[in-house]
């Protein structure tokens, strides 16, 4: 049985892919998504990083773009990232960097893609910095996997990726990339995924989760669990504590403008927290995902629409 939640999210994402949705949204909506992103600029975002960091956050910096249609685009966001390293080396901040694969010409020329990504992962490399690759929706699963394996294969082991527990086939992909040494993000997945390669209950999609926190923790390797969900992240702790895990071998993960204070919360009680920072101009897929998690995200835009 499907639930009022279940239906919401998958109404949001159907209608946010409608041309003449976005038109309005990008047209009407740019103040309120403001919310989520820190700024439209690298340096506004670096100094919002730089407030994260003193509150005892880390961060993930992201430069908003995905599902590019011209490979040229492509290249502008690899350099924008090739700043975007230079500027958290500069500025001295706790920060990596994530970024999407179709942002980088996944769709278009995986070669291409490829070969951007390493271009970033090489100056990260030099900068002693890290390159969260994001998990997309399900054509690039493999291919984004694969891609990881190259990079690590070329010596680029400053690079990680992002499982997504609504996969069914996720568990094998954590024991896979576990095994090749691969840094993983554990998140629930936030894409519209058919039911026949993904759980659409959102209380089995939770199960999954915590079966490969607990897959993860128990490998003894440093995993990054991302969620806003209390639930998982008590159970976190809580399986941490039980299994003399050290507060240094996890961290949590939330998005910047999402539970700020129990971020807060999170790291004065002694966990180690990261922050995705997303900037930049490119923000409505983003933006629709945040509202399509959460009806309570879309009440907080419409109530400031009628005031
Ligand atoms: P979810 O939104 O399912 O909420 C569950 C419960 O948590 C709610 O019912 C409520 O109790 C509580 N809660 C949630 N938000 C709250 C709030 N604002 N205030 C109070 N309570 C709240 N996805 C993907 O496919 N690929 C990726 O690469 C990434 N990357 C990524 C990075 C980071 C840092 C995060 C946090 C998330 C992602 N995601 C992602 C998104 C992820 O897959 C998922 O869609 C969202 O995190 C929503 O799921 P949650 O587990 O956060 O809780």
């Not at 919002?48 to 961060?59: D, H, P, T």
């Not at 700043?83 to 291409?112: C, F, W």
């Not at 691969?182 to 659409?200: F, H, M, P, T, W």
Request: proline share 2%; net charge positive.
């Amino acid at each position: 049985m499907i639930t009022m939640n279940e239906l919401y999210r998958k109404t949001l994402l159907t209608i946010a892919g409608n041309r003449r949705v976005e038109r309005l949204t990008i047209k009407y909506g740019q103040s309120l998504a403001r919310r989520f992103i820190a700024s439209e600029h690298l340096n506004g975002a670096l100094a919002e990083v730089q407030k994260l960091n003193e509150i005892g956050i880390m961060a993930t910096l992201d430069h908003l773009g995905e599902g590019i249609k011209e490979l040229d685009q492509a290249t502008v966001y690899r350099d924008e990232y090739l700043r975007l390293i230079e500027g958290i080396s500069k500025a001295k901040v706790k920060s990596n960097v994530s970024l999407k694969p179709t942002q980088m010409g996944l769709a278009l020329d995986p070669e291409a893609c490829y070969q951007n990504i390493r271009a970033v992962a090489r100056e990260a490399k030099y900068h002693r910095n890290f390159v969260r690759i994001d998990m997309e929706d399900s054509p690039y699963t493999e291919a984004t996997l694969r891609m990881v394996k190259r990079l690590h294969q070329a010596g680029l082991t400053n690079v990680g990726t992002v499982v997504q527990a609504y996969l069914f086939r996720t568990e094998q992909d954590v024991l896979d990339c576990i095994q090749n040494h691969i840094s993983l993000r554990l998140v629930k997945g936030a894409y519209k995924e058919d039911a026949s390669i993904a759980y659409q209950n959102a209380k089995d999609v939770r199960h999954q989760f915590e079966r490969i926190i607990q897959l993860h923790l128990d490998q003894d390797v440093y995993t990054a669990i991302a969620s806003h969900d209390d639930r998982i992240i008590q159970f976190t702790k809580r399986y941490a504590e039980e299994h003399g895990i050290s507060k240094e071998k996890f961290e949590f993960q939330m998005l910047y403008g999402l539970r700020m204070q129990e971020q807060e919360r999170l790291a004065a009680e002694g966990y180690r927290v990261r922050c995705y920072v997303p900037y930049g101009t490119m923000w409505y897929p983003y933006y629709t995902r945040r509202l399509a998690e959460k009806p309570g995200n879309l009440m907080l835009v419409l109530k400031n629409m009628v005031r």
